[in-house]
């Protein structure tokens, strides 16, 4: 996991133009191009992300395994304009995005992804309730159906009661479930998660995976950077980080892994 808040960055003139995606007649929501990220920490410089081509189509739900430390997060922050890539293109819905400052960037997160990274970012002056119908009232959903559909996620993630709690009055698992249904309640067309189950118990985990599974049904495109096998098998393609690369991506439907060769939705760079 990254320990650093995203740094601040302002807009760079030479990808400011919202250049069409290569693949934009495919129905690609996420694409990235030879992504590159190094940290400059205390020792030696940490080469996170080292040159990944990514395509995921909409209504996939892709799982991104790999031991820690391979770059995973790290990726998903990437993916999710929370830090920026030192070389390399990101594009949403067939529009160019890293060249995005970060004021954009919010604005593109709150209209088409989101986002639960193992710090929740809930707000902790706000009730559970109020946390989840934020994102939905800020993208201006009647208070109504905003109250509806937090009704509806809490209770399927098993936090009913939980309501007029204070997030620092719940357990790490419960805070978890809200930080997921706060960034689903909007229906985002990308929802982006780092180990979204990485502090539940088994029974927590599963109303995870049936939740995510449920939303994917109905065509939410998921990216999910996880260690739990359960929940990674809910996925229908999982990539295998290692070393800051993707080492390996497969069908979970049998089809055989998607390795070098096949342009336009993955390739291996070296
Ligand atoms: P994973 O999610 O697979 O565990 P990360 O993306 O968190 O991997 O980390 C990849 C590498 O980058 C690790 O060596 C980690 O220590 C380093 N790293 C991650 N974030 C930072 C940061 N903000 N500053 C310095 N090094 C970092």
């Not at 497969?250 to 060769?261: M, N, V």
Request: one cysteine or more.
């Amino acid at each position: 996991m990254s320990r650093t808040p995203p740094a601040s960055h302002a807009e760079n003139p030479s990808t400011r133009h919202e250049s069409p995606s290569p693949c934009a007649g495919e129905a690609a929501v996420l694409r990235a191009e030879n992504l590159v990220k190094t940290h400059y920490g205390e020792g030696a410089p940490a080469r996170a992300v080292r040159g990944v081509d990514l395509s995921v189509r909409r209504g996939e739900f892709v799982a991104v395994t790999g031991p820690s430390g391979a770059g995973k997060s790290t990726l998903l922050h990437l993916l999710g304009g929370l830090q920026r890539p030192d070389s390399g293109s990101i594009w949403l819905d067939g529009v160019r995005t890293d060249g995005y400052g970060e004021a954009r960037w919010a604005v593109e997160r709150r209209r088409r992804i989101g986002i639960v990274f193992q710090f929740f970012n809930l707000v902790s002056n706000l009730s559970v309730a109020d946390n989840v119908e934020l994102p939905a009232l800020l993208a201006g959903v009647s208070p109504k159906q905003a109250r509806a559909e937090r009704e509806q996620l809490l209770a399927e993630l098993g936090l009913q009661g939980k309501e007029r709690s204070m997030p620092g009055e719940l357990s790490g698992g419960e805070q978890q479930r809200v930080a997921l249904a706060r960034a689903l309640v909007n229906h985002p067309p990308l929802l982006l998660a780092d180990e979204p189950a990485g502090s539940l118990d088994s029974k927590g985990t599963r109303e995870v995976t049936r939740l995510l599974s449920r939303f994917h049904q109905r065509g939410q495109t998921i990216v999910l950077v996880t260690h739990d096998a359960r929940l990674a098998s809910a996925a229908d393609r999982v990539i295998s980080f290692f070393d800051g690369r993707i080492a390996d991506d497969a069908e979970l439907d049998g089809t055989p892994s998607r390795s070098l060769g096949i342009s336009g939705v993955l390739e291996l760079k070296d």
